[in-house]
């Protein structure tokens, strides 16, 4: 596909300014912003936000199939819809389309199906994965299969599996709508940090530390998951490594957290499975990376692949694009096959009754045409709790901020006080009881 795999690849950059994180790793931040691919230049202090959390923001997904619809998930054990207005932000964001509430601990993860429209998957630190259907905003199921943190989830291409890694030292490939542990992979040689589907090769690719602590990565069959069937030593740093795939060129782009290269690798089905290509370098490190969906890419660049790497040390973030240099103007067919689109292949009900469908697929031959405009709808909620699987998951849900703790703590307060003074005077009543009980028992008439 490439031909010359020495210098196949060129890059592109140019950089934005900016004072907040705004991609996809939000550590230790209330907010986040919301910003135009095509804006350049530094972001002011004030620029509008979305700020509607009451903790730090660990995770942001947008939807595939709205474009102006974001879910996040927070500290504060909560996840939150978002709809960002045409144009953009005007003002800061304070309130949801959507809250919702079923983790009793803060949440980390959150993931889209990859082809039904308003299924979310959350994953909290209570070692749960909710699996939420947004028409009606409550979830729907409940993976409770993890002994630990849940540190990473991966769909296959028509979501029908979940895959995920977990501080247990566990590798599971589970179906999502039974919560069954299809198969299960203990890695104490090869600890794991992040899984990815490798599209439809049956293959999953999990980045992780050696026995000697050294960067790896190990390529598995989904049907067997008793050994890998190739481990890779990368380097010895420390940093996490980010996987990312694309399914359309069969590439696999490696990025370090705290690195300022980015690796890139072919996959096959055969033999050696693994071709190490070349490598971006950098000076900068990042510390996290975004990825533009492929119909957003420049085809007539041959553009195949862009990153959008945050670099927190200048407080910039800079798009990095991946092109496949060739001098014809014509359509590469080659490198931009059908490729998913945004139209949802199922409603919530099909997927959650068994339906499997793979991605409607579309031709970025003419350029992306949006299909006609979705809309999402909150949902009315009314209910007071979550039930699932038997479980009310809103029960005894513990404080999610400072203030509400000292809210909490205070009413507490209150009512111990209330319950003392009650327990007083029904003491003294019981006095006056025993006292007339006494006084009746020696009293003339009862001699």
């Not at 029908?160 to 039974?178: A, F, G, Y």
């Not at 599209?199 to 050294?214: D, P």
């Not at 909620?381 to 029960?395: A, C, F, P, T």
Request: proline content about 6%.
């Amino acid at each position: 596909r490439f031909r010359n795999k020495q210098s196949s690849v060129a890059y592109k950059q140019t950089e934005t300014n900016c004072s907040s994180l705004a991609i996809k790793l939000i550590p230790f931040s209330l907010l986040f912003l919301s910003l135009s691919p095509w804006q350049t230049g530094r972001i002011e202090p004030n620029y509008p936000k979305v700020c509607g959390h009451q903790g730090n923001v660990l995770d942001i997904k947008w939807n595939p199939f709205i474009d102006n619809i974001i879910a996040s998930c927070s500290e504060d054990t909560s996840v939150r819809i978002w709809e960002i207005p045409e144009g953009g932000l005007k003002r800061n964001m304070t309130e949801a389309l959507l809250e919702l509430h079923g983790h009793s601990r803060r949440v980390g993860l959150v993931e889209w199906h990859p082809t039904t429209n308003n299924i979310l998957f959350s994953a909290g630190y209570d070692y749960k994965v909710l699996i939420w259907n947004l028409d009606v905003g409550e979830p729907v199921k409940m993976i409770d299969c993890h002994s630990d943190v849940i540190l990473c989830m991966s769909f296959n291409t028509d979501g029908s599996l979940l895959t995920t890694t977990c501080k247990d030292k566990k590798l599971r490939v589970i179906e999502p709508r039974s919560g069954r542990v299809l198969q299960e992979a203990n890695c104490k040689n090869h600890r794991v940090n992040r899984v990815v589907f490798l599209g439809n090769m049956k293959r999953l690719l999990t980045t992780g530390v050696s026995r000697w602590n050294t960067r790896q990565i190990a390529l598995w069959d989904q049907e067997d998951l008793s050994m890998p069937l190739i481990e890779e030593e990368i380097d010895g740093l420390s940093g996490l490594l980010f996987p990312f795939y694309d399914a359309d060129t069969h590439m696999l782009y490696l990025a370090g957290k705290g690195d300022g290269n980015i690796r890139y690798y072919e996959i096959s089905t055969e033999k050696p499975y693994l071709s190490y290509l070349m490598e971006f370098r950098s000076p900068a490190p990042q510390k996290g990376l975004g990825v533009m969906p492929k119909h957003g890419l420049d085809v007539s660049a041959c553009e195949v692949f862009r990153f959008y790497k945050l670099v927190t040390l200048k407080g910039l973030i800079e798009p990095i694009s991946m092109i496949v240099p060739r001098r014809s103007d014509s359509y590469q067919e080659d490198i931009y096959p059908m490729t998913p689109g945004t139209e949802p292949a199922l409603t919530p009900d099909e997927w959650l009754g068994g339906i499997n469908r793979d991605p409607v697929l579309m031709s970025l031959k003419e350029g992306y045409k949006k299909s006609p405009k979705m809309v999402f709808k909150a949902p009315i909620k009314e209910k007071k709790s979550v039930v699932v699987n038997g479980i009310d998951l809103l029960e005894n849900v513990p404080p999610r901020t400072e203030n509400e703790l000292l809210r909490m703590f205070f009413r507490q307060q209150d009512e111990i006080r209330r319950l003392k003074e009650e327990l007083a005077q029904k003491d003294i009543r019981i006095r006056q009881l025993q006292l007339e009980l006494k006084n009746l028992r020696n009293s003339p008439k009862n001699c």
